[in-house]
């Protein structure tokens, strides 16, 4: 019962007060779980309250998240804390950044038989980490403006120049990242070309997601990058279709979210009890109309019929996780070189 | 030196010039600072030193060209939004002050308190709004039949850094205008001087020290803009030093680089405001027989048709963004979501450390005026300032060119190696965002105390006036206007940051803008803008009672 | 114990501001004078002042107030009060208050205090003002006012800086007059800067004149007006003096 008294507290009592007294008042109860995420994941209208309530109720033990800004911020976390984190769990890492969090050895490995519970196409199997959600880069449109939508890669970057679209900085977001990965899994060492043609149709590089996808609902500009999925929110939510994702022909390019155990973890069983929690259905059902992402594993998840109206893409593309730790560094630099032409 | 026996306790040995007793308030300001910034980078390059070489990679970082073209377009971009901002702040600020009172004028000030405290995502939004495609400016000027002009670009970016920092200049040089004496009013009505003449012969030279002092915070700010340069500069052609150092500590992290582009940033940035600081050499004020009183004995406000002709446009331009950010948070939904407890959880946090920076940095700046104040009486006020006071002024100033990011990260890698630094996030928020706002607020009081000290200083020293007694009798109600203003002003800006809480922020510290990033990051726009809309109001709340005027009875 | 005999002493002062120019002080005021201190801009007059009123602290020497030692004693604890040709008031505080100050520097006043300070006023002619703020008297209220705080101070040196040279010359000799009725009562030690001969020349015992950072002379004021010290510096003073007011000029 201590474990809820503490959530009671911080519920009433103003956050100011809970956070100077923090470490004080917080119930040291045996069985407590702590697991750094991303702040929408934590936020109250994202799966944070949620999965803590279904966890808690299957652990008998308390649940606290902490929050830092996106994926990056996490590990950047953990590397600030050397090692000597607080965390038992990172939940939010996504497949990017994958191979540089397994390098840095603040992870355990799960131990789990999981994979097979994946309805993630293509697979995914990792010693690490668990897929706990994952989604496509997209084309997102505004019907109202837009007719025919292009349809490839190629039609984006061939198409009419005033009709432009908000794109993302790849140094400073992930979705602008996935992009120019994207273009660099379709044209290779062709993509400086495609960087520069998509220069053209681009209204502005914001610095984050946020920027990009406020300017599109504004009505400034009539394609942004966003996912497949989020036209499901707007769906579901604002019930409205007016905004829709493009299918490319060429494929879209993945990102799956992960979670692993730190190995501070690795001494707490409620680490591993939680990572299987977070394939399990109870999870999965969470997911997807409140971090508005498709569940790793589906299975006996019952999907808003919504979801089925999304884009499925034919293929789906993602490079080795590997592969994009050694090249980022190049790879930013030429798209930068292209894109300032 | 006598000085305050009490109060004269360091002594800075400077040149050849004879010692210099700084005082105590001043000395452990200055070193708090001192600490609180190296306390950040000592552990960061410490941090840096096990995998990289902070000096090897300045050498790198140097030699890559596109960290140059990137330090070559953030001062363009910067030196432009200056220079613009100055050049639009000092008319509007020189006409105001000659018009007198006029109905509104405090309103109007009030008005340009609020934009720096606007989180930079909701302003940027708001220009939009007015300039972008589907403008309500852009619809106006097609509807004259005027050409399209495309905002995304240096346009946009040079208007967000007009709309954010024209205030501020005018703001500031207000506040040094009303130093200035009663009977030069008097003086130009009775040699019925023109208005050019008295914009230049009287207010100017008021006006100037101020004016430099602002631009150097204006140029600094321009320098580290970050969400404005990325989202309105159109593409990667607009990157400032700053978006370099954010992406060296983020995607790369790599502190060593991190540490190797802020000292360029802070090399270069530091060189400009020197040169900028040369043009403001403060203006004696010279002995009147009596205190200025801007306010006037008496002197109700008046409907001025010509000011209000005259002042249309720039209030214009200040206010529309906001009534564009009120016309999309006055929703029916606007009562629900303030009353939700996870907003009023935000409103009490964010009120509350912003109130705990707006005080530290009223005292702290109040600390360096009284420095400043006491080393110039050693000069009898004659004369130019001292190295030592300037750089008490300036010294301040260059925090600004630090990402606050940086000095979080220092602090949090100190704290967590003998405690769990999150324990400690409001007082690092605190603290730096003290840090931050000091600039700001030490430029709103320090003219004022100096005017003030040069009239009571001699009176107050015989008669024996000291430390509290001073405090109460003379300085806070002499200091009341500029002590609020500071007040304010860094309540607001506190209001406004996100920085500090990117890396502090847990289920327990959620402040308010942070709160609208959140909601912006997660599809939820209408509630952001109305969060936003609160946001405003807040900080409109905030100036209007910090400028409320008591009228003695 | 015998009373001192001197009201001030500078005993071999010396004091430089850090530039080229050199003050070198050294002089006696017998208790209970009247003074008139004159020289021309720059001379050290102020810098005089500032020496004694503890402004400004001599690099050498020694400075005594009836007989005590004062070279190192804060501003505030000197036995002097001093009134300036300009703001000598706070604007804020009521002219109450700012007689009271010189008695309770924090303004914490008892009724002794308050019965104190309407003595003052009275003696001053201003009781009628005492509620009122600064800037609603003239500008003789205004140097009435500083008065009255002098007064209540009871401080054994006065020191008035230009005191009256903004006010007009009606208004002035009013105050010289009220200051030589003062100065009768309470036989208080009283150094006056000024610039005019006329003024010396009505309630001054004695002129020190300042030349080149030095006390040049220091004389009975009949004496040195007299005309007698035409080739003297004095003298060629007091002809610029003379020639100026003669050409309508304001004191500097």
């Given at each position: 019962?201590?474990?809820?008294?503490?959530?009671?507290?911080s519920?009433?009592?103003?956050?100011?007060?809970?956070?100077?007294?923090?470490?004080?008042?917080?119930?040291?109860?045996?069985?407590?779980?702590?697991?750094?995420?991303?702040?929408?994941?934590?936020?109250?209208?994202?799966p944070?309250p949620?999965?803590?309530?279904?966890?808690?109720?299957?652990?008998?033990?308390?649940?606290?998240?902490?929050?830092?800004?996106?994926?990056?911020a996490?590990?950047?976390?953990?590397?600030?804390?050397?090692?000597?984190?607080?965390?038992?769990?990172?939940?939010?890492?996504?497949?990017?950044?994958?191979?540089?969090?397994?390098?840095?050895?603040?992870f355990?490995?799960?131990e789990?038989e999981?994979?097979?519970?994946?309805t993630?196409?293509?697979?995914f199997?990792?010693?690490?980490?668990?897929?706990?959600?994952?989604?496509?880069?997209?084309?997102?449109?505004?019907?109202?403006?837009?007719?025919?939508p292009?349809?490839?890669?190629?039609?984006?970057?061939?198409?009419?120049?005033?009709?432009?679209?908000?794109?993302?900085?790849?140094?400073?977001?992930?979705?602008?990242?996935?992009?120019?990965?994207w273009?660099?899994?379709?044209?290779g060492d062709?993509?400086?070309?495609?960087?520069?043609?998509?220069?053209?149709?681009?209204?502005?590089?914001?610095?984050?997601w946020?920027?990009?996808?406020?300017?599109?609902?504004?009505?400034?500009?009539?394609?942004?990058?966003?996912?497949?999925?989020?036209?499901?929110?707007h769906?579901?939510?604002?019930?409205?279709?007016r905004?829709?994702?493009?299918?490319?022909?060429?494929?879209h390019?993945?990102?799956?979210?992960?979670?692993?155990?730190?190995?501070?973890?690795?001494?707490?069983?409620?680490?591993?009890?939680?990572?299987?929690?977070?394939?399990?259905?109870?999870?999965?059902?969470?997911?997807?109309?409140?971090?508005?992402?498709?569940?790793?594993?589906?299975?006996?998840?019952?999907?808003?019929p919504?979801?089925?109206?999304l884009?499925?893409?034919?293929?789906?593309?993602?490079?080795?996780?590997?592969?994009?730790?050694?090249?980022?560094?190049?790879?930013?630099?030429?798209?930068?070189?292209?894109?300032?032409? | 030196?006598?000085?305050?026996?009490?109060?004269?306790?360091g002594?800075?040995?400077?040149?050849?010039?004879?010692?210099?007793?700084l005082?105590w308030?001043?000395?452990?300001?200055?070193?708090?600072?001192?600490?609180?910034v190296?306390?950040?980078?000592?552990?960061?390059?410490?941090?840096?030193?096990?995998?990289d070489?902070v000096?090897?990679?300045?050498?790198?970082?140097?030699?890559?060209?596109?960290?140059?073209?990137?330090?070559?377009?953030?001062?363009?971009?910067?030196?432009l939004?200056?220079?613009?901002?100055?050049?639009?702040?000092?008319?509007?600020?020189?006409?105001?002050h000659?018009?007198?009172?006029?109905?509104?004028?405090?309103?109007?000030l009030?008005?340009?308190?609020?934009?720096?405290?606007?989180?930079?995502?909701?302003?940027v939004?708001?220009?939009?709004g007015l300039?972008?495609?589907?403008?309500?400016?852009?619809?106006?000027?097609?509807?004259?039949?005027?050409?399209?002009?495309?905002?995304?670009?240096?346009?946009g970016?040079?208007?967000a850094?007009?709309?954010?920092?024209?205030?501020l200049?005018?703001?500031?040089?207000?506040?040094?205008l009303?130093?200035q004496?009663?009977?030069?009013?008097?003086?130009?009505a009775?040699?019925?001087?023109?208005?050019?003449?008295?914009?230049?012969?009287?207010?100017?030279?008021?006006?100037?020290?101020?004016?430099?002092?602002a631009?150097?915070?204006?140029?600094?700010l321009?320098?580290?803009?970050?969400?404005?340069?990325?989202?309105?500069?159109?593409?990667?052609?607009?990157?400032?030093?700053?978006?370099?150092?954010?992406?060296?500590?983020?995607?790369?992290f790599n502190?060593?680089?991190?540490t190797?582009?802020?000292?360029?940033?802070?090399?270069?940035?530091?060189?400009?405001?020197?040169?900028?600081?040369?043009?403001?050499?403060?203006?004696?004020?010279?002995?009147?027989?009596?205190?200025p009183?801007?306010?006037?004995?008496?002197g109700?406000?008046?409907?001025?048709?010509?000011?209000?002709?005259?002042?249309?446009m720039p209030?214009?331009?200040?206010?529309?963004?906001?009534?564009?950010?009120?016309?999309?948070g006055?929703?029916?939904?606007?009562?629900?979501?303030?009353?939700k407890?996870?907003t009023?959880?935000?409103?009490?946090?964010?009120?509350?450390?912003?109130?705990c920076?707006?005080?530290?940095?009223?005292?702290?700046?109040?600390?360096?005026?009284?420095?400043?104040?006491?080393?110039?009486a050693?000069?009898?006020?004659?004369?130019?300032?001292?190295i030592?006071?300037k750089?008490?002024?300036?010294?301040t100033?260059?925090?600004?060119?630090?990402?606050?990011?940086?000095?979080?990260?220092?602090w949090?890698i100190?704290?967590?190696?003998?405690?769990?630094?999150?324990?400690?996030?409001?007082?690092?928020?605190?603290?730096i965002n003290?840090?931050?706002?000091?600039?700001?607020?030490?430029?709103?009081?320090?003219?004022?105390?100096l005017?003030?000290?040069?009239?009571?200083?001699?009176?107050?020293?015989?008669?024996?006036?000291?430390?509290?007694?001073?405090?109460?009798?003379?300085?806070?109600?002499?200091?009341?206007?500029?002590?609020?203003?500071?007040?304010?002003?860094?309540?607001?800006?506190?209001?406004?940051?996100?920085?500090?809480?990117?890396?502090?922020?847990s289920?327990?510290?959620?402040?308010?803008?942070?709160?609208?990033?959140?909601k912006?990051?997660?599809?939820?726009?209408?509630?952001?803008?109305?969060?936003a809309?609160?946001?405003c109001v807040?900080?409109?709340?905030?100036?209007?009672?910090?400028?409320?005027?008591?009228?003695?009875? | 114990?015998?009373?001192?005999?001197?009201?001030?002493e500078?005993?071999k002062?010396?004091?430089?501001?850090?530039?080229d120019?050199?003050?070198?002080?050294?002089?006696?005021?017998k208790?209970?004078?009247?003074?008139?201190?004159?020289?021309?801009?720059?001379?050290?007059?102020?810098?005089?002042?500032?020496?004694v009123?503890g402004?400004?602290?001599p690099?050498?020497?020694?400075?005594r107030?009836?007989?005590?030692?004062?070279?190192?004693?804060?501003?505030?604890?000197?036995?002097?009060?001093?009134?300036?040709?300009?703001?000598?008031?706070?604007?804020h505080l009521?002219?109450?208050?700012?007689?009271?100050?010189?008695?309770?520097?924090?303004?914490?006043?008892?009724?002794?205090?308050?019965?104190?300070?309407?003595?003052a006023?009275?003696?001053?002619?201003?009781t009628?003002?005492?509620?009122?703020?600064?800037?609603?008297?003239?500008?003789?209220?205004?140097?009435?006012?500083?008065?009255?705080?002098?007064?209540?101070?009871?401080?054994?040196?006065?020191?008035?800086?230009?005191?009256?040279?903004?006010?007009?010359?009606?208004?002035?000799?009013?105050?010289?007059?009220?200051?030589?009725?003062?100065?009768?009562?309470r036989?208080?030690?009283?150094?006056?800067?000024?610039?005019?001969?006329?003024?010396?020349?009505?309630?001054?015992d004695?002129?020190?004149?300042?030349?080149?950072?030095?006390?040049?002379?220091?004389?009975?004021?009949?004496?040195?007006?007299?005309?007698?010290?035409?080739?003297?510096?004095?003298?060629?003073?007091?002809?610029?003096?003379?020639?100026?007011?003669?050409n309508?000029?304001?004191?500097?």
């Amino acid at each position: 019962m201590l474990p809820k008294l503490s959530l009671k507290f911080s519920s009433r009592t103003p956050a100011i007060l809970t956070a100077l007294l923090a470490s004080t008042v917080i119930a040291t109860a045996e069985g407590k779980l702590t697991v750094y995420t991303y702040e929408s994941f934590n936020s109250d209208w994202g799966p944070g309250p949620k999965v803590e309530e279904a966890f808690e109720a299957q652990c008998e033990c308390d649940l606290e998240f902490i929050s830092a800004a996106d994926g990056v911020a996490l590990l950047n976390r953990l590397r600030l804390e050397g090692g000597n984190t607080g965390a038992d769990i990172v939940l939010g890492i996504d497949t990017n950044l994958m191979a540089e969090a397994a390098a840095s050895g603040f992870f355990a490995p799960h131990e789990l038989e999981v994979s097979d519970r994946y309805t993630i196409p293509g697979g995914f199997i990792d010693d690490t980490f668990v897929a706990f959600d994952y989604g496509y880069f997209a084309v997102i449109y505004d019907t109202d403006e837009i007719e025919t939508p292009p349809s490839s890669m190629a039609e984006l970057l061939s198409g009419d120049p005033e009709v432009k679209i908000a794109i993302q900085d790849p140094r400073t977001s992930t979705p602008g990242l996935g992009l120019m990965l994207w273009l660099k899994e379709i044209y290779g060492d062709d993509a400086p070309a495609a960087y520069e043609k998509l220069a053209e149709r681009t209204l502005t590089v914001t610095p984050g997601w946020s920027e990009a996808y406020g300017l599109f609902t504004d009505g400034e500009v009539p394609m942004v990058l966003s996912y497949t999925t989020s036209p499901a929110y707007h769906m579901i939510a604002e019930e409205t279709d007016r905004y829709q994702a493009a299918a490319f022909e060429e494929g879209h390019y993945m990102q799956i979210e992960l979670a692993g155990k730190t190995t501070k973890g690795a001494d707490n069983p409620l680490a591993a009890e939680f990572l299987d929690f977070v394939t399990s259905p109870s999870f999965q059902s969470i997911i997807p109309e409140t971090n508005w992402m498709l569940p790793a594993a589906a299975n006996g998840v019952d999907l808003n019929p919504t979801f089925d109206k999304l884009v499925t893409p034919e293929k789906s593309l993602l490079m080795d996780s590997e592969v994009v730790a050694e090249n980022r560094k190049e790879w930013i630099n030429e798209w930068l070189e292209a894109s300032t032409k | 030196m006598s000085g305050n026996a009490s109060l004269g306790l360091g002594k800075i040995k400077f040149g050849n010039a004879t010692d210099v007793a700084l005082p105590w308030p001043a000395l452990v300001v200055l070193i708090s600072g001192l600490a609180l910034v190296l306390g950040a980078f000592i552990p960061v390059v410490h941090f840096a030193a096990a995998s990289d070489d902070v000096g090897s990679s300045l050498v790198e970082a140097i030699a890559d060209p596109v960290i140059w073209r990137a330090l070559r377009f953030t001062l363009w971009q910067a030196s432009l939004s200056t220079i613009l901002s100055v050049v639009f702040a000092v008319p509007v600020a020189l006409f105001m002050h000659d018009r007198g009172n006029f109905a509104g004028k405090r309103l109007i000030l009030q008005l340009f308190s609020i934009p720096l405290a606007l989180p930079q995502i909701v302003a940027v939004l708001a220009i939009v709004g007015l300039y972008g495609r589907n403008g309500w400016i852009t619809g106006l000027l097609q509807g004259l039949g005027l050409p399209n002009f495309t905002l995304f670009g240096l346009t946009g970016i040079l208007l967000a850094h007009v709309f954010f920092n024209m205030p501020l200049v005018v703001r500031v040089m207000m506040l040094a205008l009303e130093r200035q004496p009663a009977e030069y009013a008097k003086i130009a009505a009775m040699n019925a001087m023109p208005w050019q003449s008295r914009a230049r012969f009287l207010h100017w030279p008021m006006a100037r020290a101020a004016c430099a002092q602002a631009a150097i915070l204006v140029f600094m700010l321009c320098v580290t803009s970050f969400t404005v340069v990325l989202t309105l500069g159109g593409g990667p052609r607009a990157t400032t030093l700053e978006v370099a150092i954010y992406h060296a500590l983020t995607f790369d992290f790599n502190l060593a680089r991190a540490t190797a582009l802020i000292a360029l940033q802070v090399t270069v940035t530091a060189s400009i405001a020197i040169l900028i600081s040369r043009f403001g050499r403060e203006t004696d004020t010279g002995s009147t027989l009596f205190a200025p009183d801007s306010v006037g004995v008496g002197g109700g406000a008046k409907i001025d048709a010509f000011a209000y002709a005259i002042l249309f446009m720039p209030v214009m331009f200040v206010a529309l963004p906001f009534a564009n950010i009120v016309a999309k948070g006055v929703t029916p939904e606007t009562l629900n979501v303030l009353t939700k407890p996870a907003t009023v959880d935000a409103l009490i946090t964010s009120v509350s450390l912003a109130s705990c920076s707006a005080v530290l940095t009223t005292l702290a700046a109040f600390a360096l005026g009284h420095g400043i104040c006491r080393l110039a009486a050693q000069r009898r006020f004659v004369g130019d300032a001292t190295i030592v006071e300037k750089f008490l002024l300036n010294s301040t100033a260059a925090v600004l060119v630090l990402p606050p990011i940086v000095l979080a990260a220092g602090w949090f890698i100190l704290f967590r190696s003998f405690t769990n630094p999150f324990q400690f996030g409001a007082v690092v928020i605190v603290a730096i965002n003290t840090l931050m706002a000091l600039p700001f607020a030490a430029r709103l009081m320090v003219p004022s105390m100096l005017t003030e000290a040069r009239r009571t200083d001699r009176l107050s020293r015989q008669l024996g006036i000291t430390g509290i007694s001073k405090l109460r009798i003379v300085d806070l109600p002499l200091l009341r206007k500029p002590l609020l203003a500071a007040f304010s002003f860094a309540a607001a800006l506190s209001l406004g940051d996100v920085s500090v809480i990117a890396l502090y922020g847990s289920q327990d510290l959620i402040t308010l803008p942070s709160l609208i990033l959140a909601k912006m990051g997660s599809y939820r726009s209408d509630e952001a803008h109305i969060l936003a809309f609160i946001l405003c109001v807040l900080t409109a709340a905030i100036m209007i009672v910090g400028d409320r005027q008591r009228r003695a009875a | 114990m015998t009373e001192p005999q001197f009201g001030l002493e500078l005993d071999k002062v010396t004091f430089s501001y850090g530039g080229d120019e050199e003050f070198a002080f050294d002089t006696k005021i017998k208790r209970g004078d009247l003074i008139a201190v004159m020289g021309a801009s720059g001379s050290g007059k102020s810098t005089f002042f500032s020496l004694v009123s503890g402004f400004e602290l001599p690099r050498s020497g020694a400075i005594r107030i009836d007989g005590t030692d004062v070279t190192s004693t804060d501003v505030s604890k000197r036995p002097i009060t001093m009134v300036f040709q300009e703001n000598n008031l706070f604007s804020h505080l009521t002219v109450q208050q700012n007689i009271g100050l010189g008695i309770a520097p924090n303004l914490s006043l008892t009724n002794e205090h308050e019965a104190k300070i309407e003595q003052a006023a009275i003696r001053t002619d201003i009781t009628e003002y005492l509620l009122r703020l600064p800037a609603e008297l003239s500008g003789g209220q205004r140097q009435r006012v500083a008065l009255a705080r002098a007064l209540v101070r009871e401080r054994p040196l006065l020191l008035l800086d230009e005191a009256f040279a903004s006010l007009g010359p009606g208004l002035r000799n009013e105050m010289l007059d009220l200051t030589r009725e003062l100065h009768l009562e309470r036989e208080q030690t009283t150094l006056m800067i000024t610039h005019f001969p006329d003024e010396a020349a009505r309630i001054a015992d004695k002129i020190l004149f300042v030349y080149k950072g030095k006390v040049a002379t220091l004389a009975p004021t009949a004496e040195l007006l007299s005309g007698a010290n035409k080739h003297t510096p004095f003298g060629k003073y007091l002809r610029t003096q003379t020639l100026r007011r003669n050409n309508g000029a304001d004191s500097a």
